[in-house]
């Protein structure tokens, strides 16, 4: 039997009740990679369908599949898995991780697997060319991708559908937020990212688990990874208006004192602006207060939790 060692590309599969989909999957990749791969499904607590070895031999698939006893989520799953398998790897191997729908391609994973060695690239990212959904879902994500460059300084425009070299597994495992939100765990790394566009495939089957709720929380997840940013520019922004507040105080004062304000309107401008100045004053104090107190974390190996497993299935 076949070990991880044997294999140039490692490709890590999160998996949740999509048996038909993670099937059409296997067939794909070995046509695109001639069987010259390493499979890792991470199976995230599945209730519907269960899947064991079987499914790699009757594939013809070298793998393994790592069984959670409970559902952990999309990003924890893949998390799981680039954790496993750093204990396995060398700097020899392509770490390619990607859904099992059918909207991450194995032929768009073999172009991004092609850059991967380059001196000067530590990620390859897929980044969407075409997307396929409405316009409202475009809209919204437009929005969000304002939202996230105005509090964190930084763009998002890829999720999990990439490629890591070893070196770049060693230092993302080090960081806690790895479980949080990939995309922006990769940013927010350092490491060198280079974004090619991928147009987004069809699903094998079924629908996305997805919606707007899930994606919505998948957002506020990615900037969870950028807490200090967020606090220290969300109490930057209160500072400012705090700041305009309190000079349109002093206006509505002094037009009172040279008699061009109506009879009531000083009372009632006055008092709204000196409640604007006194709350954007107080949430911006708590939010710096909050980003002093949050302290880097200790560097610690991040290692993967072994009680979370019920199983694991080699082929």
């Known amino acids: 039997m076949k070990k991880i060692e044997d294999f140039e590309n490692v490709i ?14 296997l067939k794909e990749l070995k046509k695109e990679f001639f069987n010259q791969f390493y499979m890792v499904i991470i199976d995230d607590g ?9 499914h790699l031999k009757k594939a013809k698939v070298n793998g393994l599949i790592i069984k959670l006893k409970i559902n952990q989520g999309h990003q924890n799953a893949i998390a799981f898995g680039i954790k496993y398998i750093s204990n396995f790897i060398n ?13 991450d391609t194995p032929a768009c994973a073999k172009v991004l697997a092609k850059e991967i060695f380059k001196d000067d690239v530590d990620v390859i990212v897929a980044k969407r060319d075409k997307r396929s959904e409405s316009f409202v879902f475009k809209l919204f994500y437009l929005i969000y991708k304002f939202i996230f460059l105005f509090l964190t300084g930084r763009k998002i425009d890829f999720g999990n559908f990439l490629v890591l070299k070893k070196h770049s597994i060693s230092r993302l495992i080090l ?13 927010s790394s350092g490491l060198r990212i280079k974004k090619i566009p991928i147009n987004r495939g069809k699903r094998y089957a ?4 997805m919606n707007f709720f899930s994606l919505t929380l998948h957002g506020f997840r990615a900037l969870m990874v950028f807490t200090e940013e967020v606090l220290v520019r969300v109490g930057t922004v209160c500072i400012l208006i705090a700041i305009i507040a309190a000079i349109f105080s002093i206006i509505v004062v002094v037009l009172k004192i040279i008699g061009f304000s109506s009879p009531g309107w000083f009372s009632i401008a006055l008092g709204i602006l ?17 980003a002093g107190k949050n302290e880097p974390k200790s560097i610690i190996t991040r290692k993967y939790d072994e009680n979370l497993v019920e199983n694991i299935f080699e082929n």
Not at 18 to 24: R, T, Y
Not at 48 to 54: A, G, S
Not at 91 to 103: L, R, T, Y
């Open 206 to 209: 079924g629908e996305s688990k």
């Open 46 to 54: 599945s209730l519907k369908c269960t899947i064991t070895d079987k």
């Open 175 to 187: 960081m806690p937020q790895l479980t949080t939100h990939l995309a922006a765990t990769v940013i």
């Open 91 to 103: 700097s020899n191997h392509k770490i390619i991780v990607m859904d099992c729908d059918g909207e």
């Open 12 to 25: 890590i599969v999160p998996f949740f009740n999509d048996e038909k989909s993670l099937n059409i999957l």
């Open 274 to 290: 000196l409640l604007i100045m006194l709350q954007t004053g107080a949430i911006s104090l708590s939010l710096l207060i909050s």
